[in-house]
């Protein structure tokens, strides 16, 4: 019987869906298990065959749990809202909303064909408004937040504003803007119902303000800094500046520490918790104030060396401070305003990358030093960010490599306060035990007696305190875009106000154009219908905008990052019950969080940190019950492409094959690598065909072919790598693909992609059909096995339908090799899957055929729990011979076979029997043979009698349990 992947791959796919196989309930006995991949952003370009990779893990995995015997959720959804969608619709009108549907439904297609065990019943889009519903009540559950202190946790605004209106804020502990004023609650009761709100907004968790962002003009809208590569946006290549603009934020660093000390509580991958740790950036130090000299302003700044403040020499201000505009004297002013126009083209990242270019500029103004009075010049310089500590730094040149480059650079003073340190030495020493030498009341101390005494020094004169500080900053919310989350506000006299839950979802409106308006506003201020009238509680046309009982709504809206802050949540409520709540608490006391998650490391710092600070908001609000989303998180590997090289002679339309390039000067060109067969030969008609330049071409071939050069990179539309992997499900099938994936190599590593080499476990798969149809083809007319598979009533013949043995396996019993091979099958299989060490199983099972078709195996006993080992892997190939044996409920119901280790313990020995050394044959004999009685039956053995022809040994040398040596 032919393995016919195709057709069985699209029963078993047809059978799944119509059955609701992987469906998963909210009620069961067994043990939960969650498992989740990142969902995909659905692109036009669809899946190549580097994308499956992390799917086929979790997978595997998912079946795993289910062999034994948990209740699993493995969902799938789509991230469907995004930048790309929208530059696709300004391009060429269409709404993203169609394209995104089209691109969803080719995903979904290339899923499917992979045999993926989706509970497809709990999909969620994050471009669906019944699910951004739940995405603006978040953001509303934010905005009437909190964050406490002394409890260290959000609270609901209420109980803050009761606090105001009963003890003023003077011992509120909160986190908040810096600039709150102090009040007393009769002065609180007394402001005005605007001036309250402008108070509130200074505590809330998520808030309005003043922020330096990211601004890209090509592309209209504020970037994240994941969204810039080499100070360009990374959709498209366009600049990027640093600009100043009202936007949303969301109080994200009050979660710090607890985002910190989280860490150590969940199963992550060192480097990911390092990653998130540094961008977190927790400093232990001490806040110092510093007037300026000539002017009522003071410039603070956070150091963890307050022990080096006697070696301060200069300070330097972020360009973007709010300092630098009224400090800077009329004679700096022209060069300071060309800095900052200069620094602006700069993205954040790469100012904190360039660790060689030294710039700045002098202000003119000064600072006194706090315990000397001398004066300080203050600079700028594009190496201090403005949202960093506080925008400004102490310089200790004898202290820091950078502020001595700095110094040196501009001549500036260079004080040494080490004792026997050489300050000019290009790396400094660990100053951690070095003596300070030279300050009033910092002599002869270490670094912990001097930080101390130098922290109390500064409390004393009123201009320092010890103090922790964070890296992380506030995250920017609001985006310039069409294609995202609209935000619930309206506005009244210019402040933000929430619309009721009841009356959500606030839709998109439609626009002409998804381009922003010629005056910069957002794609929304486009819209005709977009206020929001109080009375009737709905969108009403912007005409009717009176500021009395319509008003104007946000035009903004939300990021790419907010409905992956908790799509996780969602997928545990079942679809029927998703009306009124983001999930039911019976939902989520159940499934509680995801047990693993499995995705790509360049999220460390964007999803994955808002997804826990979302987590952890929801919990103290008691909105869900866990203070983690993700138990254990996995990174995998990408999948390289292998490119395709052809070489164009220079200056001519003449291409010469790869083992004739080094006769001539040429250029290199990545060709489409669909194009070239196994043997690294190019089609060359369809490269004629492929672009204009190939048409008319000369090619020199070597023995009549154009062999391609070949290099690793990364799979890319750009480099033409990309490999689609339906064509590979349609020449191999899919199960040929998930186990290749697995077989070339770790999950965590990248690896390189070759078409050639999936045909060796394509050849597994024939093998093991084959080893459950051994035999000759017998016609099955009166065999009752082959009318429970084709019951045609005249009982004919079919070639199609007819199997060999392996439809009804005989009922015989397994041999001690067959159950050995099967058991430590088991026990390896398990183990790697287990450690997701999922490329050697790969081997294992190869090796198990082999083993099982040279001994004959017809058990199936042996077979059949073969088939369930192999089932997380290869489901369809198991599916099909599993129903074959004559199972009637699918294979992923079936329990994990149990390993015995009975059956690896040896209960023989095969002694190679020597004589003087030299072996001449082996004899088996029983492992609890005594030494005595295995020299008898060796002696008696024929063959022995044969080497001896008649003579006495003079001895028998006998190692129980490895060697007989007959010395004669």
């Known amino acids: 019987m032919t393995y016919n992947f195709n057709e069985i791959e699209a029963k078993w796919q047809k059978y799944w869906a119509e059955n609701q196989t992987f469906k998963a309930e909210n009620t069961s006995d067994k043990p939960k298990y969650y498992v989740l991949d990142m969902f995909p952003y659905p692109s036009g370009a669809g899946l190549h065959v580097g994308h499956p990779l992390g799917y086929i893990a979790s997978d595997i995995y998912a079946r795993y749990k289910r062999h034994k015997g948990f209740n699993v959720l493995h969902p799938q959804g789509y991230d469907s809202f995004g930048l790309p969608a929208e530059q696709y619709a300004i391009q060429t009108g269409q709404h993203p909303a169609i394209t995104t549907e089209t691109n969803i439904a080719t995903y979904r297609k290339q899923l499917d064909k992979i ?125 990027v500046i640093r600009k100043k603009m009202t936007q949303w934020s969301m109080r994200i660093s009050a979660y710090a520490e607890r985002l910190l000390q989280g860490l150590d509580t969940i199963d992550w991958t060192d480097s990911l918790k390092e990653s998130q740790r540094n961008w977190i950036g927790k400093s232990v130090g001490a806040s110092v104030t510093f007037n300026v000299k000539n002017h009522d302003e003071t410039i603070e700044v956070f150091t963890t060396r307050p022990d080096t403040i006697f070696g301060v020499s200069f300070m330097t201000l972020a360009p973007e401070h709010e300092l630098v505009t009224k400090i800077t004297t009329p004679e700096q002013k022209a060069d300071i305003d060309a800095y900052i126009q200069a620094t602006a083209k700069r993205s954040e990242r790469d100012r904190m990358a360039d660790v060689k270019t030294i710039s700045g500029v002098f202000t003119g103004a000064y600072a006194e030093h706090p315990f000397t009075k001398e004066p300080i010049p203050i600079w700028i310089g594009d190496y201090v960010l403005a949202g960093y500590g506080t925008g400004a730094v102490m310089a200790v040149p004898c202290g820091d490599q950078r502020d001595y480059d700095f110094a040196k650079h501009f001549n500036i003073d260079i004080p040494n306060i080490f004792e026997g340190v050489d300050i000019s030495q290009e790396a400094f020493a660990d100053k951690d035990n070095t003596i300070i030498t030279n300050s009033d009341f910092l002599n002869g101390m270490n670094y912990k007696k001097a930080t101390k005494r130098a922290i109390f020094e500064l409390e004393q004169i009123g201009q320092g305190e010890g103090k922790t500080n964070y890296r992380l900053r506030d995250a920017v919310f609001s985006r310039q875009r069409y294609w995202g989350e609209p935000f619930p506000v309206y506005y009244v006299n210019g402040m933000p106000q929430m619309i009721e839950q009841k009356h959500l979802p606030i839709t998109l409106p439609d626009v002409e154009k998804y381009l922003p308006t010629e005056s910069g506003e957002p794609p929304l201020g486009r819209a005709d219908v977009w206020a929001w009238d109080t009375q009737s509680n709905q969108v009403v046309s912007n005409d009717k905008i009176d500021d009395k009982t319509v008003f104007p709504l946000e035009l903004n809206t939300m990021p790419g990052w907010a409905g992956s802050s908790w799509y996780f949540f969602r997928y545990m409520e079942e679809q029927a019950n998703r009306g009124n709540t983001f999930a039911s608490e019976e939902a989520l006391q159940y499934w509680e969080n995801v047990d693993l998650y499995i995705g790509g490391s360049e999220h460390a710092t964007g999803h994955l940190l808002y997804a826990r600070f979302w987590t952890k908001f929801l919990k103290d609000r008691n909105f869900v019950g866990v203070d983690e989303p993700f138990k254990k998180l996995i990174n995998q590997g990408m999948i390289l492409g292998t490119s395709a090289i052809v070489y164009r002679v220079a200056g001519t339309n003449k291409y010469v094959s790869s083992g004739l390039k080094n006769d001539y000067e040429v250029e290199e060109l990545r060709v489409d690598v669909n194009m070239v067969n196994a043997s690294d030969e190019i089609d060359i008609e369809k490269l004629k065909q492929w672009q204009p330049q190939f048409a008319d071409a000369e090619f ?259 190692v129980p349990g490895k060697i007989v040596n007959i010395v004669g």
């Open 115 to 239: 045999g993926f065990s989706f509970d497809w019943s709990r999909e969620v889009r994050t471009s669906n408004p019944e699910y951004y519903k739940w995405t603006q009540w978040i953001f509303i559950q934010l905005f009437e937040s909190w964050y406490n202190n002394n409890t260290n946790k959000a609270e609901h605004i209420d109980t803050l504003i009761a606090k105001f209106s009963s003890e003023g804020n003077t011992n509120i502990n909160a986190v908040c803007d810096d600039n709150v004023i102090s009040f007393t609650a009769d002065e609180w009761n007394n402001f005005s119902s605007e001036k309250q709100q402008e108070i509130l907004l200074q505590y809330r968790l998520t808030y309005l303000a003043e922020t330096e962002v990211n601004w890209c003009p090509a592309l209209g809208t504020v970037l994240a800094n994941d969204e810039i590569v080499n100070g360009v946006s990374e959709r498209g290549g366009h600049p």
């Open 700 to 958: 020199e071939l070597e023995d009549g072919k154009y062999i391609v050069g070949r290099e690793v990179e990364k799979m890319s539309k750009r480099w033409f790598n990309v490999v689609n992997p339906d064509n590979i499900c349609e020449q191999y099938g899919a199960d040929s693909l998930r186990l290749y994936e697995m077989f070339l190599g770790p999950l965590e590593q990248a690896k390189p992609w070759n078409t050639a080499g999936i045909t060796g476990v394509h050849g597994f798969l024939k093998k093991l059909w084959k080893l459950y149809h051994q035999g000759e083809d017998v016609n099955l007319k009166n065999d009752p096995n082959f009318y429970l598979h084709d019951p045609k009533k005249d009982g004919v013949y079919s070639a199609f339908k007819a199997v060999k043995r392996g439809i009804g396996l005989p009922d015989v019993e397994p041999t001690k090799d067959n159950l050995k091979t099967l058991h430590k099958t088991i026990k390896k299989v398990e183990e790697d899957i287990e450690n997701f060490s999922f490329n050697t199983s790969v081997s294992t099972f190869m090796i198990a055929v082999n083993e099982l078709t040279t001994q004959k195996c017809t058990s199936k006993a042996v077979l059949e729990p073969l088939l369930v080992l192999l089932s997380p892997y290869a489901p369809h190939i198991t599916e099909e011979l599993w129903s074959q044996l004559g199972n009637t409920q699918s294979i992923a119901t079936a329990p994990f076979p149990k390993f015995e280790e009975k059956h690896l313990v040896e209960s023989s020995k095969n002694y190679p029997i020597s004589f003087n050394g030299k072996m001449r044959f082996t004899l088996e004999l029983p492992l609890d043979m005594s030494k005595d009685d295995i020299e008898k039956t060796v002696m008696a053995h024929e063959k022995t009698q044969e080497q001896l022809q008649g003579r006495t040994p003079k001895k028998v040398i006998v």
